[in-house]
């Protein structure tokens, strides 16, 4: 029987939560309770690629930068999303390494660096909207923002943040290399953050991009194309609810894709949270995918065996 292929997205805050300080050891440990969720995945034998994302830790390259940029040149975003691959992607094989051998299985971890081209006339490049970085009052920020070309808004009354794009993936680079990796039994940890985002120039030469791609929906195009039936979603809720934070709430054990749909169509999803989710899910489905599952990580276990998360089909 041939082995079912899994495409697991990791959200950034389950590494970083907010009501932590996010040192490394407190990483390294919510890492291992991630990994101790995907362990039994190694159980049922699946393949599996994974993806993560970096807020917080994006979050935290650009502090170090504001607080240094009189000493140190700054990074450009591109740049930090390619070292966060590299942080991240060494804690999340680090880990996983160290759970095979406690599970006595021979599999190799690998960490890919990844490109993701992205459309340079995409609307989000003219119009950013997606906050990073530190708050700062508009005195504070406004120096800053004219000496590094920031795009600024204020997100609350008083507190000021850079805004960038948020662009959706169009191609998702090294694709056969991950599929071949994953075919063969490798973990691959890939398109961390999304991707790096980078897109063509006049000369078909590969350019940085200061930008975060949805990684929800990067999970959704690379599961599509090393052929995963399954996607799975891991967030801080063990399901989708309809009524979310108010007194209705009532979670979603199951919906076709349709339903999906219809109720992302009406606005029925949290915007910037459980909504980039559903339209991931839904791309996934379109294609050859069998199943997404949204869930937090104490629940992986009985969402592997139908006890929990929200499961989306065909």
């Not at 120039?201 to 599509?224: M, P, W």
């Amino acid at each position: 029987m041939p082995h079912l292929t899994a495409m697991i997205a990791i959200g950034g805050n389950s590494i970083s939560p907010k009501n932590e300080s996010g040192t490394i050891h407190q990483q390294f440990a919510n890492i291992k309770e991630t990994i101790t969720g995907i362990s039994h995945f190694l159980n049922l034998n699946y393949n599996i690629c994974i993806n993560h994302g970096n807020g917080p830790q994006i979050g935290n390259e650009l502090m170090r930068m504001d607080l240094t940029h009189n000493q140190i040149p700054p990074l450009p975003l591109s740049v930090c999303v390619a070292g966060t691959q590299g942080t991240i992607g060494y804690m999340i094989q680090q880990s996983v390494q160290n759970k095979l051998r406690d599970m006595n299985i021979d599999r190799e971890v690998v960490t890919m660096v990844t490109q993701v081209i992205i459309n340079k006339n995409d609307s989000t490049i003219l119009e950013p909207t997606k906050f990073i970085g530190a708050r700062y009052n508009f005195d504070e920020i406004k120096p800053l923002a004219e000496k590094f070309n920031w795009d600024i808004k204020e997100q609350e009354h008083g507190n000021w943040r850079r805004v960038i794009p948020s662009p959706m993936p169009e191609y998702i680079m090294h694709g056969k290399s991950i599929k071949a990796l994953v075919d063969r039994g490798t973990i691959v940890i890939a398109t961390g953050g999304g991707g790096i985002p980078v897109y063509n120039d006049n000369y078909s030469h590969l350019e940085g991009v200061d930008a975060v791609i949805d990684k929800d929906y990067t999970a959704a195009k690379l599961g599509r194309i090393i052929r995963a039936q399954e996607l799975w979603i891991i967030t801080d809720v063990e399901f989708v609810y309809h009524n979310f934070g108010n007194s209705k709430q009532s979670p979603i054990q199951e919906m076709k894709r349709y339903e999906a749909e219809k109720l992302f169509n009406k606005g029925k999803f949290q915007k910037g949270s459980i909504e980039p989710k559903i339209r991931a899910a839904i791309h996934f489905l379109k294609y050859h995918g069998q199943k997404v599952i949204i869930t937090s990580i104490p629940h992986i276990k009985d969402a592997l065996v139908g006890k929990a998360g929200t499961v989306i089909r065909n």
